[in-house]
């Protein structure tokens, strides 16, 4: 028997992420934070668009678009698999990450955190999400609308400690990334 995770998936109760975001989102896909995508990134100097999607969006990894919203659902390991492998493919394609093997441990890393988000609430529970930045760090504010009398919960995470503690993948992916284009 296979164990069951919990994941996140994009989902559009109405037709605003489409004029809310620059890509939307396919409702239904596989999402993460995406929060890495504005690493380095003033928020201040962002389109409008973008800054909405630094502000609440996850990102949907097969089309690379923003969702206001993502629901919690029951998901296999082989489903995990399949979610960090289509994210390392885009970390290559689309952020530059030089292989397959660095892009796989980012992707690995961004599927945990969605995980972590999706772990504590019942299945088919919707999440929401409000990120601001500082001069330091990027905090996050996660909420979910858990159904009928439960209430909205709050998870909080600042990425400071994990920024500045030592390199993620992720940020390895991306500091290259942006120092290789300005020599450009």
Do not use: Y
């Not at 994941?7 to 896909?29: K, Q």
């Not at 995470?157 to 503690?165: A, E």
């Amino acid at each position: 028997m296979k164990k069951t995770i919990k994941l996140l998936r994009t989902i559009a109760l109405d037709p605003s992420d489409t004029f809310v975001f620059d890509v939307p989102a396919m409702p239904g896909e596989w999402a993460v934070s995406g929060a890495f995508r504005f690493c380095g990134q003033d928020p201040a100097e962002l389109s409008r668009k973008a800054r909405a999607a630094f502000r609440s969006g996850f990102l949907g990894v097969q089309s690379w678009g923003w969702s206001t919203l993502a629901q919690i659902v029951p998901a296999t390991e082989d489903d995990c698999q399949v979610l960090i492998e289509l994210l390392a493919r885009q970390l290559v394609d689309r952020f530059g990450a030089p292989d397959m093997a660095i892009a796989r441990a980012a992707a690995e890393e961004e599927v945990t955190f969605a995980q972590s988000l999706a772990r504590t609430r019942s299945a088919r529970s919707l999440r929401s999400t409000a990120r601001a930045a500082t001069a330091t760090s990027t905090r996050a504010s996660v909420s979910c609308n858990c159904g009928k009398g439960s209430g909205t919960a709050r998870h909080s995470r600042s990425w400071k400690s994990r920024m500045m503690s030592k390199p993620t993948a992720i940020l390895t992916i991306l500091m290259g990334a942006r120092s290789g284009s300005s020599d450009e």
